[in-house]
């Protein structure tokens, strides 16, 4: 009988250790599988574009070529708006000849941010072509909504009309815009060169600015 006994308990142990060896087999299972679910993996993919200010001139320049002043002493007066040269700025008349020049000059914001562009030149007209002469520009937009203004509103570039030309910097768009379909400026020049200039090669140099805004 004691042995019997004793057989009985060995069984039981050994049942024992499988019944708690499986417990501990499904707990280590559900466990792993609870760590599975609990995660939630997130990543995050960071970066900063900088600031890119840019500014081009898409044409720059204006070659008159060689301009004869009338003998009957009248101004000649030229204009990048309309071909060769008018008479629509000149006071006293028709002037002389000059080469066709059909367009101004042109900017454009090739950067990734708007700017406000300044505009100034190295010479005023009597420095340029001689004493009495004229030297304006007017600025407007190539692309409709270039411009904005301090507030954010499309407006006309702040020279709607000729005026003469600074050797001190001269705001003419408080914001260019960047975006490729309305980000560009067009600059004519009306000239007016007196009868009785002094000859020679004249050239004027327009430096254009563009600041982050
Ligand atoms: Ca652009
Ligand atoms: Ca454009």
Known sequence: MKRETEQVVAVLLIIGIIIAGTTLLLIRYRLAGITGFAV????????????TAS???LDSSISWGTVAVNVSKTNTCILTTTPGYTTDSCTDGAGGSVTPETSGLAIENDGNTNLTVTLISNVTGSQFIGSN???EWNVTNIEVGSCLNATGDAVAPNTTTFESVTTTEKVICYRLRYIDASDSLNISINLTIPYDAPTGAKAAKLTATGTTV
């Open 40 to 51: 939630n993996p997130n990543a995050t993919v960071t970066l900063t574009v900088q600031d």
């Open 55 to 57: 500014l081009t001139f």
């Open 133 to 135: 002469a004229v030297f």
